[in-house]
């Protein structure tokens, strides 16, 4: 069966700090992987994307970068945090096709920027 | 531009019905998700619709109406453990998806 896990599950940085966040998936192939950040009482925000290694699609130019190193490894990063990059983080998966395209959500990372 | 409207915060008794409204305007339209997210945790999955009418499975039902770019989600019998967050979602023409700010359902004993 198919596991997405995503890890730190909580952090709390200072303003200007880096930030790393990963996330990896076990039991399928070459899937489509995903990035949201979700504030409190907005939807979901789509901050990457990317359907296959060294493939990367960015929906929202911010001071964050992503990287996919390997097949089902993406990892979400940052330089400089701002206090704007506190939220809840969550990676997801899809299988590849025009299918239904249900998302698999790894737990989340709550990160509190101060 | 894209949008997905639905009420913020809802509330119902247990063991009653309660039904979570979804309106959409979106740039096309490839199916219809609705998701459920308790407090702290990451959401999961409860339906998809991509024609028009009814489709259930157990306690809860999920209706769409592409003409009308509605849905709604039934959730029958309510438990406590029903209270949550559920979100709906829309995939456009582009296939990526687009998702309301969530309801928020509180069931009361």
């Known amino acids: 069966s198919q596991t997405i896990h995503q890890w730190p599950a909580t952090l709390v940085q200072p303003v200007g700090s880096p930030l790393s966040l990963e996330c990896t998936v076990e039991g399928t192939s070459n899937p489509n992987l995903y990035w949201y950040r979700q504030a409190a009482g907005r939807g979901l925000q789509l901050l990457f994307y990317?359907?296959?290694?060294?493939?990367i699609s960015s929906e929202v130019p911010q001071n964050l970068s992503d990287s996919r190193p390997h097949d089902r490894q993406f990892i979400l990063c940052s330089k400089k945090l701002l206090l704007s990059d506190s939220g809840f983080y969550l990676c997801?998966?899809?299988?590849?096709?025009?299918?239904?395209?249900?998302?698999?959500f790894g737990e989340g990372s709550r990160l509190t920027v101060l | 531009g894209q949008n997905i409207d639905q009420p913020t915060e809802m509330t119902a008794t247990e063991g009653a019905i309660v039904q979570i409204n979804c309106t959409y305007q979106t740039s096309g339209f490839n199916g219809l998700f609705w998701y459920q997210q308790h407090a702290g945790e990451a959401p999961t999955f409860l339906s998809y619709?991509?024609l028009d009418g009814l489709e259930e499975k157990g306690r809860f039902s999920s209706f769409l109406s592409r003409s009308k770019g509605y849905s709604y989600l039934l959730l029958k019998e309510l438990q406590m453990k029903d209270s949550a967050s559920y979100l709906c979602?829309?995939?456009?023409?582009?296939?990526?998806?687009?998702w309301g700010a969530g309801t928020k359902l509180i069931i009361k004993p």
């Open positions: 619709n991509v």
């Open positions: 997801a998966w899809s299988g590849q096709g025009l299918d239904t395209g249900e998302l698999f």
């Open positions: 979602a829309v995939k456009d023409s582009n296939y990526q998806l687009i």
């Open positions: 990317s359907v296959g290694i060294g493939q």
